[in-house]
């Protein structure tokens, strides 16, 4: 039973935890089907690779143990050294991967300013490098779906579209950063398969919104997925039974997904309180999960940081005087309620 001194835990939607119901399916296991998956001997593995690169329209997809190994993979087998990566400024592969561009593949990044971190194929279009010594070779444009530090926004299909064009004139790959896609799905109802259509390489991940404890999946052509294997395979991502691991990722797909479309609903409520509170300079206005408020400055920012420590809300501060919630399964309908109390309260505190 929750009580008033519960935490409500919106920092991210990796913090989701395994629900009684995939551990009741993880307990079913059949034994029979693990195997060793480096030597592509784990059903449950080979399975939830099959059945996802078809929902996405691939021939083939890679389970990997993290987001970041799946897109760091891909963009080492788009670059080479002294290549160029064009993405946004805030996009995932740039801040948050350790530099893994750089570090794995020796390719510089040429980076957006975009809107919610979604840009146009224009701005991209002037960014790709004439053949000359001077200039790195462009090789890639990625782009995120859902954009992260850009409050869970979804990109429209027009604009992919154009991207995906501009990328097959001038002879570029195109990824797409999918940790999130599913809630893209959900919010837009638009087809899984038009991405196996218009992107080179998409990255899925499990371990998000969809609640399974570890995982994410690379997506691509055959030739492609078989020279990622040996990457991750290089870089220490082979496993043995992860079997487990799929088999809880599968479950989530099959189980846990439609159920986000309350998360986006408790996003877009969150936000028309917070619009309430003092001191709020802006909200961005949430399309799925993600929920991204601005202060004023960082006085009013810091005070709403101490009053959700003692009200035992936690939530991550992004910079420019920014807060992100993010909503997820492990937020039951008694915490929401309990939440939206707490949050109001900062008015009389
Ligand atoms: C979480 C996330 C990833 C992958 O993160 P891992 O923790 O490495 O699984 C990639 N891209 C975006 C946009 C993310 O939010």
């Known amino acids: 039973?929750?009580?008033?001194?519960?935490?409500i835990d919106l920092r991210s939607d990796t913090f989701t935890k395994p629900t009684?119901?995939?551990l009741e399916a993880l307990g079913n296991l059949n034994l029979e089907k693990l195997g060793d998956d480096v030597f592509g001997e784990d059903k449950y593995v080979n399975e939830l690779e099959e059945s996802t690169a078809t929902l996405f329209g691939f021939e083939a997809g890679l389970f990997c143990p993290s987001g970041t190994m799946t897109n760091q993979i891909a963009l080492h087998l788009h670059t080479g050294f002294g290549t160029e990566v064009i993405c946004d400024e805030n996009a995932h592969v740039y801040i948050y991967e350790g530099g893994g561009i750089?570090?794995?593949?020796?390719a510089s990044v040429r980076t957006i300013s975009g809107n919610r971190g979604k840009f146009t194929a224009k701005q991209a279009e002037v960014l790709i490098n004439k053949e000359d010594v001077h200039f790195p070779?462009?090789?890639?444009?990625?782009v995120e779906n859902t954009t992260n530090r850009g409050g869970g926004a979804v990109w429209d299909l027009e604009e992919l579209e154009a991207i995906s064009t501009l990328c097959k004139t001038h002879g570029l790959a195109f990824h797409m950063d999918g940790a999130r896609i599913w809630n893209a799905l959900i919010a837009k109802k638009h087809e899984a398969s038009f991405y196996g259509k218009h992107v080179d390489s998409l990255s899925v991940c499990l371990s998000k919104g969809l609640g399974a404890p570890v995982g994410s999946l690379l997506l691509g052509s055959k030739d492609f997925i078989f020279n990622a294997?040996?990457?991750?395979?290089?870089?220490?991502?082979?496993?043995?039974?992860?079997?487990?691991?799929?088999?809880?990722?599968?479950?989530?797909?099959?189980?846990?997904?439609?159920r986000m479309a309350i998360d986006h609903q408790r996003a877009k409520i969150c936000a028309e309180h917070l619009k309430q509170l003092p001191g709020i300079q802006q909200v961005l206005e949430p399309e799925t999960n993600i929920l991204i408020a601005e202060f004023e400055n960082d006085n009013l920012l810091q005070a709403f940081l101490s009053h959700c420590e003692k009200q035992k809300i936690k939530l991550g501060s992004i910079g420019m005087n920014r807060i992100r919630m993010v909503f997820h399964l492990s937020i039951s309908e008694t915490d929401f309620e309990e939440l939206l109390i707490r949050v109001k309260a900062?008015?009389?505190s």
């Not at 039973?1 to 935490?7: A, D, G, R």
């Not at 070779?137 to 990625?142: D, Q």
């Open 229 to 258: 294997r040996r990457v991750r395979k290089r870089w220490g991502g082979g496993m043995r039974q992860a079997g487990i691991l799929a088999l809880a990722g599968k479950f989530a797909i099959d189980h846990q997904w439609a």
């Open 346 to 348: 900062f008015s009389r």
């Open 1 to 7: 039973m929750l009580t008033q001194e519960s935490i």
């Open 137 to 142: 070779k462009t090789r890639v444009i990625s």
């Open 102 to 106: 750089a570090a794995n593949s020796g």
């Open 20 to 22: 009684p119901a995939m």
